[in-house]
Nanobody
């Protein structure tokens, strides 16, 4: 099983950009489908984006489609979430998740600790 550590969160104005990173430990990263989820204040955790273990397929929530891009670098054991045109409703704690051999992460095997993203209006 991998261990996940997110970074890159912070405070940004509406319309701005942030790039989140999730670094994974272990030698089996390339066999894990990876996903990003978020939990807005007072709400349930929700799916944001996913990338298959092969890297050939990506998936996005409708609310972020066209603004966010998920990618992975297996040589660095890292998955990224590039977030552009940020809106106040994107404010949330963002979590990285991993699921072995997943095409689209649905039932993660492990989670990161989360990183706060705050978008001011």
């Amino acid at each position: 099983q991998v261990q996940l550590v997110e970074s890159g969160g912070g405070l940004v104005q509406a319309g701005g950009s942030l790039r989140l990173s999730c670094a994974a430990s272990g030698r089996t990263f390339s066999s894990y489908g990876m996903g990003w989820f978020r939990q807005p204040p007072g709400k349930e955790r929700e799916f944001v984006a996913a990338i298959s273990w092969s890297g050939r397929s990506t998936y996005y929530a409708d609310s972020v489609k066209g603004r966010f891009t998920i990618s992975r670098d297996n040589a660095k054991n890292t998955v990224y979430l590039q977030m552009n045109s940020l809106k106040p409703e994107d404010t949330a704690v963002y979590y990285c998740a991993a699921e072995r051999w997943a095409v689209r992460t649905a039932v993660p095997d492990c989670w990161g600790q989360g990183t706060q993203v705050t978008v001011s209006s």
